[in-house]
């Protein structure tokens, strides 16, 4: 591993727990601990994991309604439908009608807080304070850590050591104490299960990590299980799933725009689209269902009587379903559930079905 990777707050607690640790988006990160991704996935669904995502961005903007207003122009979300500390997945669009990174949006007392993908936090810091009339006034809070806790009893765990997180609603947040701190929660996740997000002060994470492990149910998990976790829940990486010139339409994910901006299409990229809505698009993001036991890996091609209809960008083997997980584009009219195609993996073709998503069903608190 390349001493040029930058290392969370956990590292050191990583490394003494077992962890396999890899470069991932410029940091040293666990993949896997001693059980194995498929125990730490199973251990998720069945229970509850706890994810070390302080490699994440957390960007904070202080200001009123002329910085909301500054923000809507690059994403296309509307701030003011917004409840105090609800949170709203969307992207940070460009000029081409590609999504420049995914995010999370959360409206709070102070302002707006987002968290932002690893590979991309640096640039969009950029972009984002290049719309601000003070940008003096945005911070990337290298200070802080986050921690994910996932799974059916996480809510239970997590509630047992900071009181009142229980009563929070899906994509809502709030300010509560964790040993004498303050520490900010999002009831969110990225594994389609029940649980929350914890920001929280580098210097106190080790022991909130600890306590977790030492006195409950929850254990460490890598970002080996969290892929297979979020695949199986459909939910898209960025840098696979999405990238700079994929728009939200191709990427089925219209929900990330504000109905509102739908109407207007005011903010950067609007106009391609608008015209992805009305005029169509050619390709669309699809889950596929292999035969057999075979997995098909990213950049596998998609085939359709013999033609190459689109590629493949997530693919693994899915603990919870007992089968391969693959996500990726095919051209529009190969798109309908039902549709038979063919993935091309180590040169042999085999037969494969375009699937509703998600391939497992989420549990998440209303």
Do not use: W
């Not at 991309?120 to 290298?142: E, G, I, R, W």
């Not at 799974?151 to 899906?170: R, T, Y």
């Not at 299980?225 to 829940?233: N, Y």
């Amino acid at each position: 591993m390349s001493t040029a990777n930058l290392t969370t707050a956990l590292f050191d607690f990583h490394v003494a727990s077992g962890a396999k640790m890899v470069p991932f988006a410029g940091y040293a990160m666990p993949i896997q601990y001693a059980t194995g991704i498929v125990n730490e996935h199973n251990q998720v669904r069945q229970s509850a994991g706890i994810f070390d995502v302080s490699h994440m961005g957390q960007f904070s903007i202080v200001g009123d309604d002329s910085v909301c207003a500054a923000i809507e122009k690059v994403i296309p979300i509307d701030l003011s439908k917004l409840n105090m500390n609800q949170s709203k997945y969307s992207f940070l669009m460009n000029a081409q009608g590609g999504i420049d990174d995914d995010l999370i949006v959360t409206r709070v007392e102070q302002g707006i807080n987002i968290v932002l993908n690893a590979a991309c936090k640096h640039k969009d810091v950029k972009t984002l304070k290049s719309v601000l009339s003070n940008p003096d006034c945005a911070t990337l809070h290298d200070h802080l850590s986050l921690v994910a806790i996932q799974g059916p009893k996480a809510v239970s765990i997590v509630d047992a050591m900071i009181p009142g997180v229980a009563n929070l609603k899906f994509m809502n947040g709030g300010s509560f104490t964790y040993d004498g701190e303050t520490v900010y929660v999002t009831r969110s996740g990225y594994t389609g299960e029940d649980g929350f997000e914890i920001s929280i002060a580098n210097n106190k994470v080790e022991q909130l990590c600890k306590t977790l492990v030492e006195t409950t149910d929850a254990s460490m998990i890598g970002l080996g299980a969290r892929d297979s976790l979020r695949l199986e829940a459909g939910l898209c990486l960025y840098g696979h799933d999405l990238d700079t010139t994929t728009s939200p339409i191709e990427a089925d994910l219209l929900f990330g725009i504000a109905k509102s901006r739908r109407e207007q299409f005011n903010f950067i990229g609007g106009d391609v689209v608008k015209q992805h809505m009305e005029q169509g698009i050619s390709r669309k993001r699809v889950g596929i269902q292999l035969e057999g036991k075979i997995i098909a890996r990213e950049n596998a091609k998609i085939f359709k009587e013999d033609k190459e209809v689109g590629i493949v960008t997530s693919g693994s083997f899915g603990p919870s379903v007992g089968a391969a997980v693959v996500m990726g584009y095919v051209n529009f009219d190969c798109s309908e559930v039902g549709t038979s195609v063919e993935l091309e993996v180590r040169g042999k073709k085999y037969p494969a079905k375009i699937c509703l998503l998600p391939f497992y069903k989420k549990s998440y608190a209303k």
